[in-house]
C-alpha cells in the first residue's frame, strides 16, 4: 500500500521559513514526479510546485517563484518544499502528490498518490 506522510508544518511569523518534507513507502517514486499542492481555507486546491522523476525539471506556481524550492532525495523516497520569505497568502494546508511518470504537471488530476496534508499557519 502506497502512503505519502508530510510533516514539517507549522506556526511561523511572516517572512519566515519553514521546511516540508514528504516520505514515501509502498512503492519507489525514484523514477516519477512529485508534487506540492496547498488548499487554503474557503478556497480550492491549488498547485505549489512539481519535480519530475529525473529531478531535470521543477515547476512552481507564480506567487512562490524565487521564495520556495522543491527537491528531492531518491535514495531516501523524500520530497521537500523549502519554503522562504513566508507570508499570509501561504496560509494554506499542504499536500504532497505524487504519479506515476517523470512528466510532472500542475494538474491536481494527473497525480494518483496524495499525503494526509499538513498545516501551515503564517502570522503577519
Known amino acids: 500500500q502506497v502512503q505519502l506522510v508530510e510533516s514539517g508544518g507549522g506556526l511561523v511569523q511572516a517572512g519566515g521559513s519553514l521546511r516540508l518534507s514528504c516520505a514515501a513507502s509502498?512503492?519507489?517514486?525514484?523514477?516519477?514526479?512529485m508534487g506540492w499542492f496547498r488548499q487554503a481555507p474557503g478556497k480550492e486546491s491549488d498547485f505549489v510546485a512539481a519535480?519530475?522523476?529525473?529531478?531535470?525539471?521543477?515547476y512552481y506556481t507564480d506567487s512562490v517563484k524565487g521564495r520556495f524550492t522543491i527537491s528531492r532525495d531518491n535514495a531516501q523516497n523524500t520530497v521537500s518544499l523549502l519554503m522562504n520569505s513566508l507570508n499570509a497568502e501561504d496560509t494554506a494546508v499542504y499536500y504532497c502528490?505524487?504519479?506515476?511518470?517523470?512528466?510532472?504537471?500542475?494538474?491536481?488530476?494527473?497525480?494518483?498518490?496524495w499525503g494526509q496534508g499538513t498545516q501551515v499557519t503564517v502570522s503577519s
Open positions: 502528490a505524487a504519479k506515476i511518470g517523470s512528466y510532472a504537471p500542475m494538474i491536481r488530476n494527473l497525480y494518483s498518490y
Open positions: 509502498g512503492r519507489s517514486f525514484s523514477s516519477d514526479a
Open positions: 519535480i519530475s522523476g529525473r529531478s531535470d525539471k521543477t
